[in-house]
């Protein structure tokens, strides 16, 4: 790291590692930020309020480019790099800074140690409950291995900067350091870590998986893959089981590691009746982005006029119960999540070990409005290893690590369609989420062994006959459908998609 040693002499105050309580008060009376009835800070994040792939970069390196997969990572050479590293250390004067201390591991063998610098109050609070937090002593001697350089308000130009627009995120591999400029959407400091993890872990033949996990009372872990939207942080805060956590996760020889410290949970719609412990967990300490507040300081979580990717970011022990510390066993159950725009794939399916390899590859769902910059209603998409934007590998490294997993563990893996049923976007309904619930349930608990399983023509997947607190209309996603000439023939359309999208991992 010490050539892109962050000299910080010149600026106005160094705030480090403040206290949570302290990092409120700065967020209310410092970065325009608001508070809600029960103690959150509601932040707002400006022009970006979703992450930007197009401006995420990865620095050309004889160390690490042979490893990359380039056809998913833009390239940057080491001197546009020192370039916008010289801007930002420009930027440093006169302005009031803070320093983050963090983890991102739970298994003290292959966690990172992580500084950020950033200038909004809300980045900093953000940032230490979403990674792990060390101990008073830890702090004392902490030493990183990664820097994270977080100016989200100062602009770049692709004229002068070399960027593809007046956002950046720049990963050098070889200084350990990570940039962030122009985009002050505090997603994109949590996905960094994620992405650095995804290039060290699989090195070291541990999988890493953009899934969320959690346990069940007698022992059983599930992993739950999927992209934003699909239902991971939902699903896995389960009041009958206990969450390891939400979205980044490792796979050793000993079992599974959450890489964070807290939840990142979409809110829009958000009802204590529906999501009760993402709703609860809402409290001081919590931060809450973009979301719009009635008169009385009550978030309404049903207002998308800022954005529909609104969201809610608290740390881990908000949830009442989770594993402590954030590790669990080999998973007994792995669950592909897809929100099928299309509506015809089915609410659940049990797949082999073949079939699973080629839907982890294909990472099928539709994204929903708002993750990303430019997305308003949901579009299908192929995203590989239900986690393409945050690859810095290829596929198959991925695919190869979670197979053998697979093989040596006996995991069963499930897809779960929590997208559309009854037609596609726009005619057909959501699936209930207490329907999903239900079929998560059933699965885990051993009720689909002894039942009949149908074979759907189509995708060749085994679609159960029945299911405890089901309708049994609902399990074959066919007869959901007035018109099954239509369903036919939709489902025909997306299994030509996967077909093309396979080609690639030939």
């Known amino acids: 790291m010490g050539k892109h040693h962050l000299d910080l002499s010149s600026a106005a105050k160094i705030h480090k ?29 400006g022009e970006y309020m979703g992450r930007t792939p197009k401006d995420k970069f990865t620095v050309v390196d004889a160390s690490c480019q042979d490893n990359i997969w380039w056809e998913n990572n833009n390239r940057m050479e080491a001197g546009q790099f020192d370039s916008i590293f010289t801007k930002m250390q420009a930027y440093v004067p006169g302005k009031e800074l803070y320093i ?84 002050q959407y505090a997603g994109e400091m949590k996905k960094s870590v994620f992405t650095i993890m995804n290039y060290l872990l699989p090195l070291k033949g541990v999988m890493s998986m953009h899934c969320s996990a959690n346990v069940g009372p007698d022992g059983d872990t599930a992993l739950f893959f999927g992209l934003s939207g699909t239902g991971k942080t939902t699903l896995s805060a389960d009041p009958d089981r206990r969450l390891i956590g939400d979205d980044e996760h490792g796979w050793t020889g000993d079992g599974v590691f ?10 829009i719609g958000l009802t204590e009746e529906k999501e009760p412990e993402i709703f609860r967990a809402i409290c001081s300490g919590a931060i809450l982005e973009n979301v719009v507040l009635d008169g009385g300081g009550c978030p309404d979580y049903n207002d998308q006029s800022i954005t529909e990717n609104t969201r809610a970011a608290y740390p881990i022990d908000h949830i009442p119960n989770i594993m402590v510390p954030s590790v669990g066993g080999h998973p007994h159950n792995i669950v592909f999540l897809t929100c099928d725009a299309m509506g015809v794939l089915p609410p659940i399916s049990s797949l082999t070990n073949e079939q699973a390899m080629y839907f982890f590859l294909n990472g099928y769902t539709a994204k929903v409005g708002g993750t990303e910059k430019g997305i308003t209603e949901p579009k299908s998409v192929f995203s590989a290893c239900f986690g393409q934007p945050f690859l810095p ?65 189509i995708f060749g997947l085994s679609i159960p006959t029945a299911c405890p607190n089901v309708p049994p209309e609902v399990l074959n996603p066919r007869n959901t459908w007035a018109d099954k000439d239509a369903y036919d023939a939709q489902a025909t359309k997306l299994h030509a998609m996967f077909e093309a999208n396979a080609k690639q991992f030939e």
Request: net charge negative.
């Open 17 to 45: 590692n403040l206290d949570v309580e302290t990092l409120i008060q700065h967020c209310l009376e410092r970065d325009n930020c608001k508070q809600t009835d029960s103690g959150a800070v509601v932040a707002f994040s």
């Open 100 to 183: 983050i201390d963090t983890y991102g591991g739970a298994d003290p063998a292959h966690r990172i140690k992580t500084r950020f610098i950033v200038e909004r109050p809300y980045h900093a609070l953000f940032i230490k409950q979403l990674l792990i937090r060390p101990t008073a002593a830890e702090l004392e001697t902490f030493e990183p291995d990664w820097q994270v350089i977080d100016f989200g308000k100062l602009q770049f130009d692709p004229a002068t900067d070399g960027t593809k627009g007046d956002a950046v995120i720049a990963l050098n591999m070889v200084t350990n350091t990570v940039l962030i400029g122009g985009t």
């Open 258 to 267: 959450n890489v964070e410290g807290g939840c990142y949970a979409k809110c």
């Open 393 to 457: 590998l290829r596929p198959k490294v991925y695919a190869k690590l979670l197979g053998e997993k697979i093989a040596a563990h006996g995991s069963r893996v499930w897809l779960i369609n929590t997208g559309w049923t009854g037609g596609a976007y726009g005619v057909g309904n959501r699936m209930k989420l207490s329907h999903t619930r239900a079929m998560i349930h059933a699965a885990f608990g051993g009720q689909l062994d002894d039942v009949a399983f149908e074979t759907d023509p």
